[in-house]
């Protein structure tokens, strides 16, 4: 009898750096990314990768690629930072704001942990029908999806499909990282919804990193969701930008429904981050065209990508969060921005101290320590 050969996995790779912005923070300049597609695109030819996309979400360049040599893939990170050093290379010659920002390390060192770019790779076995959501931030922290992440796969007024679809009803696990003890722990919907929302709900130090099935399947193995997790500041020793996340989000068929999965971006949450990293302000989830934060740095945005994978290549994109049905959570959010800018120097716009990733504090504090008396 012949040996029947598991069909190999495919990786979907989103891996974003602020290479250089566009007067100041609000863009990427269109020759960066033609730099990164020139790059790409020999990849492809080289079949080093199936497939790819470039886009870009304020200042940050955006890397979507398809292959199968897994996640961590030393291969595929260093074509990732190769092609940033490329349109850095572009950056610099244009003066573009911040050129080479999220380009922590002076060289490639086999994985791009703790390099400054952000990455968020899923691997798994292609379905029948693969539809899968891009989602990228700008201006804002990795703790920015646990809202949006905890209502697609947990909150059964956002997904009826948790009470209505039997595929779903035993719910899914989270992988919870706390990026200040560098710990995680794995905590299961329904059971264990309390003790979750327990740690989100502290954004700034606890992140969503993976959701899986809960169900025995053998999807339960795979991942369905992944978000970016490295913290720029802890990596460089200083404000070197908000870390603006990224995360990768497969739905129908057993999971959120497309629809369900972009109901959670309805609401516009308050997140950290916006002008030097350092102020609370609504994330406004918004089309390609309309990425380019310029109100105060801001306000912080959101877009969604949704590809179909046929084979490892990439149909599409769809620009989901361009549908007009936002518009309401778009006016909110621009309301949101209005109320909390009217705040200035004064919590909760601006973060408290120890959340602020820049500022003079601790400086005033020493100059004035001296004239300081007790009560």
């Known amino acids: 009898m012949a040996r029947v050969i598991p069909e190999m996995k495919i990786t979907v790779s989103l891996i974003k750096a602020d290479v250089g912005g566009l007067a100041g923070h609000s863009r990427v300049h269109p020759q960066l990314k033609d730099e990164a597609k020139l790059v790409l695109e020999q990849a492809k030819s080289q079949s080093k990768i199936i497939d790819y996309h470039v886009t870009?979400?304020?200042?940050?360049?955006?890397?979507?690629?398809?292959?199968?040599?897994?996640?961590?893939?030393?291969?595929?990170?260093?074509?990732?930072?190769?092609?940033?050093i490329k349109a850095t290379e572009m950056a610099k010659k244009l003066k573009l704001y911040g050129a080479g920002q999220d380009l922590l390390k002076d060289s490639f060192s086999g994985n791009l942990k703790g390099m400054g770019p952000g990455v968020a790779e899923l691997e798994f076995e292609e379905r029948k029908s693969e539809p899968i959501?891009?989602?990228?931030?700008?201006?804002?922290?990795?703790?920015?999806?646990?809202?949006?992440?905890?209502?697609?796969?947990?909150?059964?007024?956002?997904?009826?499909?948790?009470?209505?679809?039997?595929?779903?009803?035993?719910?899914?696990?989270?992988?919870?990282?706390?990026?200040?003890?560098?710990?995680?722990?794995?905590?299961?919907?329904?059971?264990?919804?309390?003790?979750?929302?327990?740690?989100?709900?502290?954004?700034?130090?606890?992140?969503?990193?993976?959701?899986?099935?809960?169900?025995?399947?053998?999807?339960?193995?795979?991942?369905?969701?992944?978000?970016?997790?490295?913290?720029?500041?802890?990596?460089?020793g200083k404000y070197v930008g908000k870390d603006d996340p990224v995360a990768i989000v497969r739905g129908q068929a057993g999971l959120p429904a497309m629809g369900e999965i972009l109901e959670a971006f309805t609401f516009p949450h308050l997140v950290?981050?916006?002008?030097?990293?350092?102020?609370?302000?609504?994330?406004?989830?918004?089309?390609?065209?309309?990425a380019t934060p310029s109100r105060f740095d801001g306000p912080p945005r959101v877009i969604g990508l949704g590809f179909q994978l046929a084979e490892g290549k990439l149909v599409?994109?769809?620009?989901?969060?361009?549908?007009k049905a936002f518009d309401g959570a778009r006016q909110t959010a621009n309301i949101?921005?209005?109320?909390?800018?009217?705040?200035?120097?004064?919590?909760?716009?601006?973060?408290?101290?120890?959340?602020?990733?820049?500022?003079?504090?601790?400086?005033?504090?020493?100059?004035?320590?001296?004239?300081?008396?007790?009560?």
Do not use: C
């Not at 979507?64 to 291969?75: F, V």
């Not at 950290?272 to 309309?290: E, F, L, T």
């Open 56 to 84: 870009s979400v304020g200042d940050d360049l955006q890397l979507i690629m398809t292959h199968k040599k897994g996640a961590d893939s030393k291969e595929i990170h260093k074509l990732a930072w190769d092609t940033f």
């Open 133 to 236: 959501v891009a989602f990228m931030m700008d201006k804002t922290e990795p703790g920015a999806f646990n809202l949006p992440m905890f209502k697609i796969f947990a909150d059964p007024f956002n997904t009826p499909g948790l009470v209505i679809d039997p595929n779903m009803h035993d719910g899914f696990t989270f992988e919870i990282w706390d990026t200040i003890e560098h710990k995680k722990v794995f905590l299961k919907t329904p059971e264990e919804t309390y003790d979750i929302l327990a740690l989100i709900g502290s954004k700034n130090r606890y992140v969503i990193k993976r959701v899986f099935p809960a169900k025995s399947t053998g999807m339960s193995k795979e991942a369905v969701a992944v978000v970016s997790t490295d913290i720029l500041h802890e990596i460089a």
């Open 272 to 290: 950290s981050g916006w002008m030097r990293g350092s102020h609370n302000g609504p994330i406004m989830p918004v089309s390609v065209a309309d």
């Open 316 to 323: 599409g994109p769809a620009d989901l969060l361009a549908d």
């Open 336 to 375: 949101i921005a209005d109320y909390m800018r009217r705040n200035g120097p004064f919590e909760p716009h601006r973060l408290p101290e120890p959340e602020m990733e820049y500022t003079t504090l601790p400086s005033i504090q020493k100059k004035l320590k001296s004239r300081m008396v007790d009560l």
